[in-house]
């Protein structure tokens, strides 16, 4: 029987997968068994290195191993030819946040200017490097930026956010306290601040692990306090 050249390229497709299948068995019951906190491998994938393969854990933490799972290692894997880090296109990739889905309920804005651009930001307010942040944010122009508040640094972290979400106007009592240093006026008992509680779910979620935080609309997030100059590059790159 003469085989076509379809069939043959079929045939070498399934033999592949199975082959792929197999190694990545291979992979999970050895390090499942030797390393205990490897047994849920979320993914495992192929390296442009022959023999070395990409672990994912714990949603998009990266690990690197050999083909049989005798060695482990963690750290940057950089492509010299096209001088990129392929570890943190991974990991960017991984963490993305799809902009428009995010609960804004749970925000409040504020807009400069024309309003057109837009910037998501988690903070805390009694973070140092947010307070330094945000007058530097005072220089962008034609932005609107939802502030979703992220008591994460402790008891009054949370006494905070909860005034200055509770006041009349948040966005200006944001302001005050993290530019001008006036401090916020006691939320009434009345208030509902569920929202700070969903916003450090969310931010757990998408492991956000510090503050300030910034999400743009392409998805894309940067941790730190960068300068005004470098939001505006990120703001204009997010656009495309």
């Known amino acids: 029987m003469q085989l076509t050249t379809k ?17 990545e068995a291979v992979l999970r019951k050895n390090l499942g068994e ?24 714990n949603g998009s933490d990266i690990l690197y191993t050999d083909a049989q799972g005798n060695y482990l290692f963690q750290g940057t894997l950089i492509d010299t030819k096209n001088r990129k880090d392929l570890t943190q296109e991974r990991v960017d990739k991984l963490t993305s946040i799809k902009f428009d889905a995010l609960p804004f309920k ?22 140092g490097y947010c307070k330094r942040f945000e007058r530097d944010l005072q220089s962008v122009d034609n932005v609107t930026i939802s502030m979703f508040l992220y008591p994460i640094l402790g008891a009054d972290s949370g006494e ?20 001008r240093d006036q401090q916020p006026a006691p939320a009434p008992a009345s208030c509902d601040a ?18 300030p935080t910034l999400i ?14 470098q939001v505006e590059k990120m703001l204009t790159d997010a656009k495309g």
């Open 7 to 23: 069939t043959l390229m079929a045939a070498c497709l399934s033999l592949l997968a199975l082959t792929a299948t197999a190694q």
């Open 216 to 229: 743009f609309v392409n998805g894309s997030r940067v941790p730190g306090a960068v300068d005004a100059k």
């Open 106 to 127: 749970d925000a409040f804005t504020i807009v400069r200017g024309n309003g057109k651009r837009k910037l998501v930001v988690f903070e805390d307010p009694n973070c």
């Open 160 to 179: 905070k956010s909860r005034s200055i979400w509770c006041a009349k106007d948040p966005a200006k009592a944001w302001q005050d306290w993290m530019v």
């Open 34 to 57: 030797r390393y205990p906190q490897l047994k849920n491998i979320d993914e495992v994938n192929k390296t442009g290195i022959p023999g070395v393969f990409e672990l994912r854990v």
């Open 194 to 211: 569920a929202a700070l509680t969903r916003n450090v779910e969310i931010g757990r979620n998408f492991k956000i692990t510090g503050t």
